[in-house]
């Protein structure tokens, strides 16, 4: 069960961003939720891992982009989520 996690998790550079659309988004229900996970090699660096994700689009078309910023000078590991289930680094 733990490799495959690992094959969800995405590395995350010391100083290096991702950035991704995630899908669609609906600003009356809030749904789907989108989130994820980070997974720091100490608790320093973990407080360096900023978050800028939002909503973008226009009214009736609006879409969900992770943007997540590694600020420290270790790799971090990230798993995202769709409604709590884990997305495959390669889905679209």
């Known amino acids: 069960m733990s490799s495959e ?7 995350l550079a010391p100083g290096s961003r991702y950035r ?11 749904r789907p939720r989108y ?6 090699p ?3 660096a973990l407080p360096q891992v900023e978050d800028n994700s939002q909503i973008m ?3 009736g078309s609006h879409f969900y982009v992770w943007d ?3 600020s420290s000078s270790w790799p971090v590991f990230l798993t ?4 709590g289930v884990v997305v495959d680094q390669d889905n679209n």
């Open 80 to 83: 995202l989520t769709v409604d």
């Open 42 to 44: 100490d608790e320093q």
């Open 20 to 30: 991704r659309q995630a899908g669609p988004y609906d600003l009356d229900s809030g």
């Open 68 to 70: 997540i910023k590694n």
């Open 5 to 11: 996690k690992k094959e969800h998790k995405i590395t």
């Open 35 to 40: 989130a994820f996970e980070v997974i720091a």
């Open 57 to 59: 689009g226009v009214p």
